[in-house]
C-alpha cells in the first residue's frame, strides 16, 4: 500500500469516527432530553399529588371547625336553656334547674319576691308592698315581670279582698304536670353527651389527619430520584439473571439425580437376579436336577462378576447403554397393585346379584371406596365367572 493510499485511508476512517462521534452525541442529548421529560413529569405528578392532599386536609380541616362551632352553638344555647345536671328527685322547686335558670333572667327584687310567695303563700298586697318596701302598683309590676318571664302565670291571686297571691311553680314544675319537662332535660342531657362525645371524636380525627399530612410531607420529602429507580431496574434485571441461572442449575441437577436413581434401581436389580442365583445354588439337590445344580454356582458367579464390573468400572460413553440394558422392563412398567381383599368382596356381592350389571361408581357405593379399587374393577375382567362389557360388569 503507497503512502497516499494510506493517507487516504486514514482520512477515511477518521471521518466514519467523527461520524459515529456525532452519532453518539446526538444519542446522550436524546437521553438527557428524555432524562428531564421524565423528571419533569415527575414532579408535576408529585405536586399535583401533594395539592390534592392538601386541599383535602383544608377541606376536612374546615368541615371541623364548622362542626366544633355548631356544637359549641348547641352547648350554648343548651346551657342557656337549663343547668344540665343528673336528674334526683325535687322537693324544693326553687331548687329546679329551669326555675333556677329563669330566675337568673329576673331582677333582685323580682327574685325576692318570687321566693317570699313561694316560702309563705296567700300574702296580701299590702303585706307583699311592705316586705318590698314600695307601693302596691310596684307588686303588681314585678308579678308581672315574673310570670312574662316564666312564659307562665307562675303566681296568681285568689280573686278575693284583699288579693291575695300564691305561686304555682310546685304544679308547674314538680307534680304530675310537669313530668314532660323533666323528660325533656333528660332528653336534653343524653343529648348534650352525644354532643360532647362526638365533639371529642371530630378533635380526635382532625388530630389523626394532622399526622397523616405531616407524615404525607415527610415521605413526599424522601421520595425516590429517577437515578435511584434506573438503579432499582438494574439490580432487579441482576437479579433475574441470576435466578435464571439458578433455575438451569437445578435442573441439571435434577436430571442427574434422575439418572442416579435409575443406575440405583439397575443395580438393586442385579443385587435381587444375584442373590437369586445364590438361594438356587444353596437349594438341596433332592428338590433339583443334579445338573442344574452343578450349573447354578457358575451363573451365578457370572452374574456377579458382570455387575461388579459394571458398577466398579463403566465406561463414560456406554454408561448409559449399560444401564438401560439392565434395568428389567418392570422397573419402568410395574404390575398394578390390587386390593385382592376388596377383588373377592367384589365377586362375591356380584354373584349374590346375578344377571345385574353393575358399573364402578355403583360398586363403589356399595363397597366403599379406596385408593386401589379402580385397579382392583379393572383386574375383574381376568375372572372367569365374570361379564365385562361397556355398561359394567355382573355375574355369568
Known amino acids: 500500500m503507497s503512502r497516499e493510499e494510506a493517507e487516504k485511508r486514514i482520512i477515511e476512517l477518521e471521518r466514519i469516527a467523527d461520524v459515529d462521534l ?12 428524555k432524562v428531564t421529560e421524565t423528571e419533569k413529569l415527575a414532579q408535576e405528578k408529585i405536586e399535583a399529588a401533594k395539592k390534592n392532599v392538601e386541599a383535602e386536609c383544608r377541606a376536612k380541616r374546615l368541615a371541623l371547625e364548622n362542626a366544633n362551632k355548631e356544637l359549641t352553638r348547641k352547648l350554648e344555647e343548651m346551657s342557656r336553656q337549663a343547668s ?12 329546679h334547674p329551669i326555675v333556677k335558670n329563669t330566675m337568673t333572667k329576673l331582677s333582685t327584687r323580682a327574685q325576692q319576691l318570687l321566693i317570699k310567695i ?3 303563700p296567700g300574702r296580701s298586697r299590702e303585706q307583699l308592698a311592705a316586705f318590698l318596701t314600695s307601693s302596691k302598683d310596684v307588686v303588681a309590676n314585678v308579678i308581672g315581670e315574673i310570670n312574662r318571664t316564666f312564659k307562665a302565670e307562675v303566681i296568681v291571686d285568689d280573686g278575693g279582698r284583699p288579693i291575695k297571691y300564691r305561686s304555682m311553680l310546685q304544679r308547674l314544675y314538680i307534680t304530675d304536670v310537669a313530668k314532660r319537662e323533666i323528660n325533656r332535660i333528660q332528653e336534653l342531657q343524653t343529648s348534650l353527651d352525644n354532643l360532647r362525645q362526638e365533639h371529642k371524636d371530630l378533635i380526635d380525627n382532625n388530630r389523626v389527619l394532622k399526622s397523616d399530612h405531616l407524615a404525607l410531607k415527610e415521605t413526599l420529602k424522601h421520595r425516590p ?5 434506573a438503579k432499582v431496574q438494574e439490580q432487579s434485571k441482576i437479579v433475574a439473571t441470576e435466578l435464571k441461572q439458578s433455575v438451569l442449575q437445578l435442573k441439571k441437577q435434577e436430571q442427574a439425580i434422575r439418572l442416579a436413581d435409575k443406575i440405583f434401581s439397575a443395580v438393586e436389580q442385579l443385587v435381587k437376579e444375584i442373590n437369586k442365583f445364590r438361594l438356587a445354588a444353596d437349594v438341596s439337590p433332592l428338590t433339583t436336577i443334579p445338573q442344574e445344580t452343578a450349573v447354578l ?3 451365578a458367579q457370572s452374574a456377579e462378576a458382570t455387575a461388579t464390573e459394571q458398577i466398579m468400572a463403566p465406561d463414560e460413553h ?12 418392570t422397573l419402568f ?3 398394578p397393585l390390587l386390593d385382592f381383599a376388596l377383588r373377592e368382596k367384589m365377586i362375591t356381592f356380584l354373584t349374590k346379584h346375578p344377571q345385574t350389571w353393575f358399573t364402578e361408581q355403583e360398586l363403589s357405593l356399595a363397597l366403599g371406596d379406596n385408593k386401589l379399587f379402580h385397579e382392583t374393577f379393572l383386574s375383574l375382567k381376568d375372572c372367569p ?12
Open 318 to 329: 456406554e454408561t448409559p447403554a449399560i444401564v438401560e440394558a439392565t434395568i428389567p422392563d
Open 297 to 299: 454356582p457358575e451363573k
Open 118 to 120: 313561694e316560702r309563705e
Open 225 to 229: 430520584t429517577y437515578e435511584d429507580l
Open 385 to 396: 365367572v365374570l361379564e365385562v362389557s361397556e355398561q359394567g360388569v355382573k355375574a355369568k
Open 84 to 95: 344540665l345536671t343528673a336528674v334526683s328527685p325535687i322537693t324544693d322547686v326553687l331548687e
Open 22 to 33: 456525532a452519532n453518539l452525541e446526538d444519542k446522550c442529548k436524546t437521553l438527557e432530553l
Open 333 to 335: 412398567h410395574p404390575e
